[in-house]
């Protein structure tokens, strides 16, 4: 079926310095993409999104890229901080639903 | 506004109980859902409602059933609770559509089933 999966598990970044977090997806015909960020013992919240006729968004400190043709997204986050550690999360549209990756967890250091 | 409130925080379940999980959101919002989410692994989905009046089966029905009470409320039941459904529960919410948009996470409940 179709799936969205991310190829770090786990991402070591020093504070300060910009961190890129991946994603692939499977589905094509998927139009819409959300980054998740998930603190622990809590529940996901919204990062930024894109639709699929955009290739890049920015937000406060991050930005999402995403590339239809290799079916990739990406989110940078700029200059670290300790409170970005969390777990991060794609998710890409399918409908109604949503299908979400397994996640990247992001530890800053000091 | 309180945004999605999930209720209980923590249950500790034996084996063959039941149990319901509530969730309210109060963003008048058309779509609700509910994940899964198990150590190291993603959110997977259980049950949706599009909206008021339907609820759709997603990646991990079996075991468990809904209800959309009405448009603010969309329970979890597990009749006969198991092991393998010891997990984190998250219940959602979006303003809904084809293309859904933000979805809006509750805190989640602590699912031990003994």
């Known amino acids: 079926g179709e799936s969205v999966g991310l190829h770090l598990p786990t991402l070591s970044v020093q504070e300060g310095d910009n961190s890129i977090i991946n994603c692939a997806y499977s589905?094509?015909?998927?139009?819409?993409f959300i980054w998740y960020k998930q603190e622990s013992g809590k529940g996901p919240q919204f990062i930024i999104d894109i639709r699929s006729n955009m290739d890049k968004r920015q937000g406060q400190r991050v930005t999402v890229l995403l590339n239809k043709t290799v079916k990739h997204l990406s989110l940078q986050i700029a200059a670290t901080q300790p409170g970005d550690s969390a777990v991060y999360f794609c998710a890409e549209n399918d409908a109604y639903k949503y299908i979400f990756g397994t996640g990247t967890r992001l530890k800053v250091l000091a | 506004n309180a945004g999605v409130t999930q209720t209980p925080k923590f249950q500790v379940l034996k084996t063959g109980q039941s149990m319901t999980l509530q969730c309210a959101q109060d963003?008048?919002?058309?779509?609700m859902y509910w994940y899964r989410q198990d150590p190291g692994m993603g959110l997977r989905l259980i049950y949706y409602?599009?909206?008021?009046?339907?609820?759709d089966k997603g990646e991990v029905p079996n075991g468990y059933n809904v209800s959309r009470l009405n448009k603010r409320e969309f329970s979890l039941r597990l009749e006969s609770a198991a092991p393998s459904q010891t997990s984190v529960y998250f219940c959602?919410?979006?303003?809904?559509?084809?293309?859904?948009?933000?979805?809006?996470f509750g805190p989640g409940t602590r699912l031990t089933v003994l």
């Open positions: 963003m008048n919002h058309n779509s």
């Open positions: 959602a919410s979006s303003g809904g559509g084809l293309i859904t948009g933000e979805q809006f």
């Open positions: 409602s599009a909206s008021e009046g339907t609820t």
């Open positions: 589905n094509s015909a998927s139009d819409y």
